[in-house]
Structure formats: structure tokens, C-alpha cells
């Protein structure tokens, strides 16, 4: 596989972990910040230890996503499966950036348990969404304190409805190309700027977190997917306006159709129906 490897410019030399940032941590990972070097730059900095002039140039930083071991598991069979894990999302993620025009971070090294890809410095879109409506109420007078972060709120302001076709167009995209994400919830969705002011619309939206994808292009799979971006939205953003979800199913079946030869969209959409009424039975009857 053209991404296990070393490196594509020598091989990297990671910082110590003292030194890396611990973003998150989930149920199956631990997320890290840390600065990346070449071997090159390496013994440059060997040398700088020994009176040579030092370097400006900040190393570019890197996310390093470290699998946790399960001590339920036999060792081997825990390095096994940690191994393959790490080595399919690396396959999932090239094979987004190869095949469309969805925004993913580049696999830098697989080295299990742990995968480093590039740093994508935005907020998510979670993040986003809360601190401007927080800075909204604020403005309206319907809250009395924010923090200091969303007081000042710098960043551009998305309309709702362009950010709704955003999400639509990326999900129709991913299951095209025979994707499910497994996990689509604002948090896995990181805004990038284009600018830093006007236009406010002038945006890329980047998934991250394919842990839990799966390569597949079944009816039923992309229902679901699209079933636990529904019910994301619907607990984590109340605030959204009521058609929100309407804008992106649309962009969503339009994008589905037109990027390839799948003509399955309608068809995921009216399973999307019959996965909402068995979630709504579990809710009724356990």
C-alpha cells in the first residue's frame, strides 16, 4: 500500500510524547497534536546541539491517532486486529481522496497502533455551530454570560442553509464512491477558511474519523449512516432551523446521482424512512 511507508521525503522522526498535545479521547483512540520532523531536520537539530545556528522554521504539525490496546484480547490477536484497523482507514481515506472530490486529512505514515495524518487546523463543526448560537442569544439578550471565545466569535458566518447543501453534497459524495462513514456527527466535520473575512460562504468542510467506515455500497448501511446524522443533528443542534434537515437530504440525493452511476439515492431515502420507525419502536418499546 503507497501510504505504508516511512515517509515520501525520507524517513519521519515523531517528537517525544512529552511533548505531544492529547486533543480527545474516545472509546477506541486517543487523539495527539505534535510537531513532525524529517530525518534530515533531525540531525540538523543534532547539530544545532553542537553550536551550528538554529532553525526558525517551525516543523509542520501532524495528528497522530493512537489505537488502544484491549487487554480482554489475547496480545497477538489485539495487535492483529489493531494493525488491520489501522491499515483500513488509511485504505478508506485514499480512497475518498482518489476517487472524489471529498476533503479528507492525508495519510502521513501508518505505524499501528497509531495513524498520522495531516493537522487540519479549524473548528469542528459542532464547536462552530454551538458558539454562534450562543453568541446569537447573547446579541438577543436571551442569555446573560458566554465565554470570552464566543463573545468575540472571529470567525465568518455560514447561512444555514449553505452549510445544510455542504453536508448533503459531502454524504451523497462519500456513499457513492462505495463509503460509509459510520460516525457522521458534527464533531467529525471540521470547517477550513478560505479567507479570513468576506465572503462568509467561502468555506471547506472536511470529514475526519473513518474508524468506524466501512467500504460498502448497501441500501441499508447508507440509511443507517444517514440515520445517526438525523438524530446528531436533531440532539445536538435544536437549534437549527426546521428545514435544515430537508436542504441536505436534497443536496444529498443530488450529489448521489451526479457524481457517479449510482442511481440509489431515492432508494437509501426510503429506507432512511423504515430505519427511523424501527429507532422509533426501540424508543417506544425497548
Avoid at 438525523?230 to 428545514?243: F, G, I, W, Y
Wanted: proline residues 5%.
Amino acid at each position: 500500500m503507497s501510504t505504508e511507508k516511512n515517509d515520501t521525503n525520507g524517513s519521519f522522526c515523531f517528537s517525544p510524547r512529552s511533548e505531544w498535545v492529547m486533543i480527545s479521547q474516545g472509546a477506541e483512540a486517543r487523539v495527539w497534536k505534535l510537531a513532525m520532523q524529517s530525518d534530515v531536520e533531525e540531525k540538523e537539530d543534532q547539530d544545532n546541539s553542537t553550536g551550528a545556528a538554529t532553525s526558525t522554521v517551525s516543523p509542520p504539525l501532524v495528528i497522530c491517532k493512537e489505537r488502544f490496546s484491549k487487554a480482554y484480547r489475547h496480545p497477538d490477536l489485539d495487535a492483529k486486529l489493531t494493525k488491520t484497523r489501522c491499515r483500513f482507514e488509511a485504505r478508506i481515506l485514499e480512497k475518498c481522496a482518489q476517487k472524489s472530490d471529498i476533503r479528507v486529512p492525508k495519510v502521513i505514515r501508518i505505524s499501528p497502533p497509531s495513524l498520522y495524518l495531516e493537522y487540519l487546523d479549524g473548528p469542528n463543526v459542532k464547536t462552530y455551530l454551538q458558539e454562534m448560537n450562543a453568541h446569537q442569544k447573547d446579541k438577543d439578550g436571551d442569555v446573560t454570560m458566554i465565554s470570552e471565545k464566543q463573545e468575540a466569535f472571529p470567525a465568518p458566518r455560514i447561512e444555514y442553509s449553505k452549510l445544510a447543501e455542504r453536508i448533503g453534497a459531502m454524504v451523497g459524495r462519500l456513499h457513492s464512491i462505495g463509503v460509509v462513514h459510520g460516525d457522521l456527527t458534527t464533531s467529525n466535520m471540521i470547517l477550513l477558511w478560505k479567507s479570513q473575512g468576506e465572503p462568509t460562504q467561502d468555506f471547506d468542510l472536511t470529514l475526519i474519523d473513518f474508524g468506524l467506515a466501512k467500504s460498502t455500497s448497501s441500501v441499508e448501511e447508507q440509511a443507517v449512516d444517514l440515520y445517526v446524522l438525523e438524530r446528531a443533528l436533531e440532539s445536538t443542534h435544536p437549534e437549527l432551523p426546521d428545514n435544515f434537515l430537508d436542504i441536505l437530504l436534497k443536496a444529498y440525493s443530488e450529489n448521489t446521482a451526479s457524481v457517479s452511476s449510482n442511481k440509489n439515492s431515492q432508494t437509501t431515502l426510503q429506507r432512511l424512512e423504515q430505519v427511523r420507525l424501527r429507532g422509533r419502536k426501540r424508543e417506544c418499546f425497548g
